[in-house]
């Protein structure tokens, strides 16, 4: 395990003072802090004086892996809401055409056309999938062998409630980045007036990228939390053996770790794992308790893996990113997505006993 500070339910509920009264209706968070120095003085202590106590370990609930990986999901087969370019296929063309399969070590495979040469403008096709059951209030374990990459590519592993109209419910961003940006952007994308409070950045690891999580402000740029570390995205990623999202909801907030291969915690690695988040170094990301949150407990949400082209972010950056020519010429040649793959070792939900 590695070496680092442990974060437990019961302190940080103490350390936020999580009386409805102290937070603010949208902040992830009191924003009392940010106003007053006295506050934001008392809270520091706090935090410095956080401590491990007894926590309640969890239990596997459900597991997506091997042949049955599939069985758990649809496919989304609608145009793409980010306007990639993209034909987003169903199960059935999916598993003919060799986009998903699981290979010969037992891993699941989710990729995009890598054969067929385009025309100028003509999508390429690839694969959106979504869990057919949805999750609130759960520890969610995804052990990834390897992601995709590479100019005009906009790959996302994350969560959205679908009981109710986008952003309503809320949009977890878990794994998400495009062209060869080098990071990883854990994002939170929330009806209006949810912030995320920065006083409370020494409670995660990350850098935070934006404060305002209103889907509807900043063009959709949500409350982002950038990952330090290069082997989170991409190459670096992959040639370093993947790695372990471990994504938990619960009263707490909304907390992401992301584990490099040799840093996977023993509880998670163990068979039979009862994994005890509370025992684990800081999390990369954390969004504090608040009504906000509540939408991605109370609601529940589906788990989904989308691989798209250009688009919104990849498209409007990709000159800016360092990549060459244009996007949708970049897309007609199929050699440019050899590594435009998900390779999933497993899935696993798990929920307090």
Not at 152 to 178: C, F, H, K, R, T
């Amino acid at each position: 395990m590695p070496a680092g500070p442990a974060f437990t339910t019961t302190t940080l509920l103490a350390v936020l003072g999580l009386a409805t009264a102290a937070i603010g209706a949208g902040s992830f968070g009191s924003a009392a802090h940010a106003r007053n120095p006295t506050s934001r003085a008392v809270h520091a202590r706090r935090i410095e004086r956080y401590q491990t106590r007894a926590s309640v370990p969890f239990t596997l609930a459900e597991t997506y892996q091997g042949n049955n990986f599939f069985d758990g999901f649809t496919f989304y087969s609608d145009a793409d809401p980010t306007h990639g370019l993209v034909d987003y296929v169903p199960a059935d063309e999916a598993f003919a055409s060799n986009l998903t399969f699981i290979n010969g070590q037992g891993q699941a495979v989710m990729r995009v056309d890598k054969t067929t040469y385009l025309q100028p403008g003509q999508p390429r096709k690839s694969v959106r999938l979504h869990s057919k059951n949805r999750y609130g209030n759960s520890l969610i374990v995804l052990d990834l062998a390897a992601m995709p990459h590479g100019c005009s590519v906009w790959p996302a592993y994350w969560m959205m409630s679908g009981a109710q109209q986008w952003p309503n419910g809320g949009e977890i961003d878990i794994l998400e980045g495009v062209n060869e940006i080098g990071a990883n952007h854990m994002t939170l994308h929330t009806r209006p007036g949810c912030t995320l409070d920065r006083s409370f950045s020494k409670l995660f690891t990350g850098s935070v990228a934006a404060d305002n999580c209103d889907a509807s402000a900043n063009n959709n740029a949500g409350c982002g939390v950038v990952d330090p570390d290069a082997k989170s995205w991409g190459h670096e990623m992959n040639i370093n053996g993947g790695s372990v999202f471990a994504t938990l909801t619960d009263d707490s907030g909304v907390r992401i770790w992301r584990f490099n291969r040799n840093e996977v915690p023993q509880d998670l690695l163990d068979e039979g794992a009862t994994p005890d988040p509370e025992s684990w170094p800081l999390p990369k990301a954390f969004w504090a308790a608040s009504t906000c949150t509540r939408d991605f407990i109370d609601q529940e949400q589906m788990l989904i893996f989308d691989i798209t082209l250009c688009g919104d972010w990849a498209g409007a950056t990709f000159n800016s990113d360092g990549c060459s020519g244009s996007c949708a010429d970049m897309v007609m040649d199929p050699k440019n997505y050899i590594w435009a793959r998900f390779i999933v070792n497993s899935l696993r939900v798990f929920k307090h006993a």
